[in-house]
């Protein structure tokens, strides 16, 4: 799992073929503008996520990971406090292959995420996002969703 801000996203261009087009993406488009929804990028290889929801508490939400793609979270508006953790600290559901979705219970740390900051997810992240730090509040973010292979 990786934290920062997007003026820092340069330096993570080599961690995967697509990271550098993926960041140039994020930083090229005013999200602020987009309607919620799926718009591709490069296929199945690269796409976006633009949710529009309001935080929620802990007991509302459930910890994830993916197999065959990496998230790149970028809070566009409002901030979220994020759940994380290592895969194999978890107890794990079955995972299901059409949702690329695998739910997972145990201790979460937790990072607050605000505008123009973004989170990576690798496979081996467990991660709850969408949570409320001192109110719920509406959050509007752009999720990469980065092919593994």
Do not use: C, W
């Amino acid at each position: 799992m990786i934290h920062d801000h997007i003026n820092q996203a340069v330096n993570y261009y080599n961690l995967h073929p697509l990271f550098k087009r993926a960041f140039q993406y994020l930083t090229k488009n005013d999200f602020a503008r987009f309607p919620a929804g799926k718009y591709e990028i490069e296929q199945d290889k690269l796409f976006a996520l633009v949710n529009i929801n309001f935080s929620k508490g802990i007991d509302e939400s459930f910890a994830e990971s993916h197999k065959k793609y990496i998230d790149i979270q970028l809070v566009i508006s409002g901030k979220e406090r994020m759940g994380y953790g290592f895969f194999n600290n978890f107890s794990h559901e079955s995972y299901d292959p059409e949702k690329d979705l695998q739910k997972h219970t145990g201790k979460l740390n937790f990072i607050d995420v605000e505008k123009n900051q973004f989170v990576i997810f690798f496979p081996e992240d467990v991660h709850m996002p969408g949570l409320i730090i001192d109110k719920s509040e509406e959050i509007r973010k752009v999720v990469l969703k980065i092919a593994v292979e």
